[in-house]
Each structure stands twice: as C-alpha cells, then as structure tokens.
C-alpha cells in the first residue's frame, strides 16, 4: 500500500521548545493510524501540521505526494483532506443542512451539488432527521457525527479527526464509532488523536506513541501489548490493610509469577500471561485480598514506556 502521509525527520520548535523531534512515520492508504500521548508529547503539533494549520518546522512531510515543507503546495493538499477539530466550530445560528451546504461551497460546488453532498453526508452520519434544526438544538455527540459530516464534504482521501469523542457520553462515543468504521470499510484513510486507549484499540490499524516530541513506540495495538506487556494484568487489593503490601511476606511468591509487578501501599499489579494462574495463587496465599483480572491495555504500554500516563 501506498503512503498518504509520509514523514523524515520531521521537527518543529516554539522558540527553545522542541514540539516535534525529528520523527519518522508513514501513513499507508486506506488505513487508520493513531497519534497517541499525553498533553504536550506532540502529537497535536504534529496533526496541524499534516492538515496544514501550522509550517513545517524542519525535516520532510509528503502529504498526498506533494510536499507539505514551504508551504508551497498547502492549497493542493487542503482540496483533499478533511478536518474533524477537537474543539466545535459549527455555526450555531444555522441549522445542520445550512451549516454543510455553505461548507460545501468553500470547495467549489455548485449550489445544487452542494445540497446533494450535504444531504448526502447527513444521511451518512444518521442525522437525517436533524437537517432542519439548529446546531444549538442538537445533543454532543450529533454535533460530533456533523463535524465529521463536514469534514467529509468534498470527499476528502485523507480525513484528519482530532479527539473525536472528547466529552461525549458512552453510548454517543459507540454511536460515533461506528460512522468511523463505516469509513473504514470504504477504505478511507484516517488519522486520529485520541485520550481513550479502547478507541485507539478499535479503530487504528497501526499507532505511534509519542512522548516530549519522540515516537517512543509504534505497531498495531495487539503487537504493541504482546511486545511491551503481558497479556494480563492481576491487580490484587487490600479494603483494610493494617500493613504495606510490601511487608506481606506472601508477596515474593506471587511476584514470581509476573513478568513484571508493581507494589503499592495497598496494592499489587501482576503483569502475567497466565492470569487464570495468578488468581488462583492469590486467593490461596491472600483470602482477604480482592483479586482482578481484567486484560493488558495500551495504557498499560506506556506506562511501562514511560512512567507516566496517558492523560498527564
């Protein structure tokens, strides 16, 4: 497949802050890529500048196969790209139909093809029976559906979704997957940030996990969790504990079954492959403890990577 996105050293500093440092990724066709880290790991510098809000900093950003250091070809590139930002910028004195078709004029449609694109698109993001309300009057997560409505508008081979359920309720976040999975299955290509570590798993068939402007991972979910941690995690707690989990002289047997573990004051994190093991183990050697198994995340990769997490 080829590479919509294609980076090489790709940089950019805010005077002695170093945003973005030098990194390296491809974008393949028909693909979801994710940009995963905490604030201020880089990953939103580096969306602006794959969608051409902001310069180049250094380094080279082949978009589309033009170019994107110089800014020469950033009105090429802008024509076939579409833009889902994180913050909501529709207008919310017109209603949803007005909204998309007055959108859909700034790509040079023509009035009746514009009304056809615009109906086209409510109907893809099952707003249909919303096309004459205000945006005002809509709930979160439709406002959501009708961002990424507009951003599909001039039937973008490259769409760019920045946070994309940031604040919406559970059943809205399924809601607004689901449109996103229907992109994918017309082999769109979509590049998304996100705070969620089960969007991430969903939806992209590959990521980078970025941290103080460095990729510091990259692979499909599955592969980054097989890689980096265990498959399980046994989080084993104490209601009451009169004593440190690290003064129980049960711990040092039971650690012997992680790869990796953690102690805290009222807690143990076994990272295990064999969590059905673990669990056993525990509730012989610790009757009192509360015993969890639940399944090895993202999180738990950058965590191991990095120390810190995700939303820091």
């Not at 507009?150 to 359920?165: A, I, Q």
């Not at 570590?197 to 979910?221: S, T």
């Not at 953690?262 to 064999?274: A, F």
């Amino acid at each position: 497949m080829d590479a919509v996105v294609k980076a090489e050293g790709l940089r950019k500093n805010y005077g002695e802050f170093v945003a973005v440092d030098g990194i390296d990724f491809e974008i393949p066709r028909g693909q979801c890529f994710g940009f995963l880290g905490p604030n201020g790991a880089g990953k939103t510098t580096t969306m602006r500048m794959i969608y051409r809000a902001s310069p180049v900093g250094g380094g080279s950003l082949k978009i589309l196969g033009h170019e994107a250091a110089g800014g020469r070809n950033d009105r090429a590139i802008k024509q076939r790209i579409g833009v889902v930002p994180q913050e909501d910028n529709l207008d919310e004195e017109l209603k949803l139909r007005e909204n998309l078709e007055v959108f859909a004029r700034f790509y040079g449609l023509g009035r009746k093809e514009a009304k056809a694109r615009a109906a086209e698109m409510i109907a893809f993001a099952n707003l249909g029976d919303k096309s004459e309300s205000r945006i005002r009057e809509l709930s979160g997560g439709m406002r959501r559906r009708a961002l990424i409505a507009r951003g599909l508008l001039g039937n973008p081979e490259l769409l760019v979704l920045d946070e994309p359920t940031t604040g919406l309720d559970p059943q809205a976040r399924l809601n607004l997957w689901d449109r996103l999975r229907d992109l994918k299955r017309r082999e769109a290509t979509l590049v998304l940030t996100t705070h969620y570590m089960d969007e991430a798993e969903q939806l992209c068939d590959r990521l980078v996990i970025m941290d103080k402007g460095k990729i510091v991972a990259e692979g499909r979910p599955r592969d980054l969790i097989r890689q980096h941690v265990s498959s399980h995690v046994v989080e084993i707690a104490f209601a009451n504990a009169a004593r440190s989990v690290s003064e129980r002289p049960e711990m040092a047997e039971l650690t012997t079954l992680a790869k990796r573990h953690e102690q805290h004051q009222d807690r143990l994190l076994l990272y295990v492959d064999n969590g059905e093991e673990a669990v056993a183990k525990a509730a012989h050697l610790l009757p009192d403890a509360e015993t969890l198994i639940r399944r090895s995340t993202l999180e738990d990769v950058f965590l191991k990577i990095t120390g810190r997490g995700l939303a820091e």
